[in-house]
């Protein structure tokens, strides 16, 4: 397993992009695109939701089949790391809470794109799960991580998912009666081929930002319709990136290692000689 992958697997165990309000059962990650990478033999599925101005107050929960994968809100990253299979992602959204379905069909070390899109405040659910093409699309994807907060599943995430287990499967249920009515064309898609390899696609580093922001915490629904105040949180990206090729890799290795500095994944002693050893390297 290369070095990418092994760090993606420490940040999962703990999961993504510094940004700006998000959900307070989430933690944050480093914001370097580059930290997500499939792990050998898995797929990663990127689910993206940015900073549009519909639903910014709504949260939504994301799930595949029952295992809980995280909670978005506005200019936010989840990357999951998949089995190489068919999945069933349900997405919950709205007060109360209804379901959003996408079929996927993954292959192993390929990354996929989905946005968690706005449909209407009409609508319900009011987001749904849309599969973009990274060949068409790869600019907006681009900067959509760059500008995403990458999110880990916490213990307070893992706690929210506990709380309102009993409420999801009611609704993954009711969602899946109405899932089974549909015909095969008419249901969200994503095919093995639309995936890209890492290496193909590889968001460019995001600059330093220039001041601290302090958006206002969103308002966010569980599944059972109540309200929750979530915080915001703002960390340095570490070192910003100067030129391209070798300076630009280094100035990556350098900005991942002060993020787990941060979040206590090293000690400063590991911190210390891991940064000598990137310098020498350079």
Request: with cysteine; proline share 8%; glycine share 8%.
């Given at each position: 397993?290369?070095?990418?992958?092994?760090?993606?697997?420490?940040?999962?165990?703990?999961?993504?992009?510094?940004?700006?309000?998000?959900?307070?059962?989430?933690?944050?990650?480093?914001?370097?695109?580059?930290?997500?990478?499939?792990?050998?033999?898995?797929?990663?599925?990127?689910?993206?939701?940015?900073?549009?101005?519909?639903?910014?107050?709504?949260?939504?929960?994301?799930?595949?089949?029952?295992?809980?994968?995280?909670?978005h809100t506005t200019n936010t990253v989840?990357?999951?790391?998949?089995?190489?299979?068919?999945?069933?992602?349900?997405?919950?959204?709205?007060?109360?809470?209804?379901?959003?379905?996408?079929?996927?069909?993954?292959?192993?070390?390929?990354?996929?794109?989905?946005?968690?899109?706005?449909?209407?405040?009409?609508?319900?659910?009011?987001?749904?799960?849309?599969?973009?093409?990274?060949?068409?699309?790869?600019?907006?994807?681009?900067?959509?991580?760059?500008?995403?907060?990458?999110?880990?599943?916490?213990?307070?995430?893992?706690?929210?998912?506990?709380?309102?287990?009993?409420?999801?499967?009611?609704?993954?249920?009711?969602?899946?009666?109405?899932?089974?009515?549909?015909?095969?064309?008419?249901?969200?898609?994503?095919?093995?081929?639309?995936?890209?390899?890492?290496?193909?696609?590889?968001?460019?580093?995001?600059?330093?930002?220039?001041?601290?922001?302090?958006?206002?915490?969103?308002?966010?629904?569980?599944?059972?319709?109540?309200?929750?105040?979530?915080?915001?949180?703002?960390?340095?990206?570490?070192?910003?990136?100067?030129?391209?090729?070798?300076?630009?890799?280094?100035?990556?290795?350098?900005?991942?290692?002060?993020?787990?500095?941060?979040?206590?994944?090293?000690?400063?002693?590991?911190?210390?000689?891991?940064?000598?050893?990137?310098?020498?390297?350079?």
């Open positions: 397993m290369g070095k990418s992958a092994a760090l993606l697997t420490l940040l999962l165990s703990a999961f993504s992009f510094v940004g700006c309000a998000r959900r307070h059962e989430m933690g944050l990650a480093g914001r370097d695109g580059g930290l997500a990478r499939p792990m050998r033999g898995k797929a990663l599925v990127l689910f993206i939701r940015p900073d549009e101005y519909f639903g910014k107050a709504i949260a939504t929960s994301l799930y595949d089949g029952d295992e809980f994968v995280g909670i989840v990357a999951y790391q998949a089995e190489p299979r068919p999945h069933l992602f349900m997405l919950l959204s709205g007060a109360p809470a209804a379901p959003a379905f996408l079929q996927a069909d993954l292959l192993p070390g390929k990354i996929y794109y989905v946005h968690i899109a706005p449909r209407s405040k009409w609508t319900r659910p009011p987001f749904h799960l849309v599969p973009l093409n990274p060949q068409r699309q790869r600019e907006t994807i681009d900067a959509w991580l760059r500008e995403g907060s990458l999110l880990v599943i916490d213990e307070r995430a893992r706690q929210w998912d506990q709380q309102n287990r009993r409420s999801v499967q009611e609704k993954r249920e009711e969602g899946l009666r109405a899932w089974g009515a549909l015909s095969e064309a008419e249901r969200p898609t994503i095919r093995p081929g639309d995936g890209v390899a890492a290496t193909a696609f590889e968001p460019s580093a995001p600059a330093e930002p220039t001041q601290e922001r302090s958006p206002a915490p969103p308002v966010v629904e569980d599944t059972k319709g109540s309200q929750a105040h979530g915080g915001a949180a703002e960390t340095d990206s570490g070192p910003q990136e100067r030129g391209t090729g070798v300076n630009a890799k280094t100035a990556d290795r350098l900005r991942e290692l002060d993020s787990l500095r941060k979040q206590g994944l090293l000690t400063e002693e590991e911190y210390r000689e891991k940064r000598r050893r990137i310098i020498e390297d350079f």
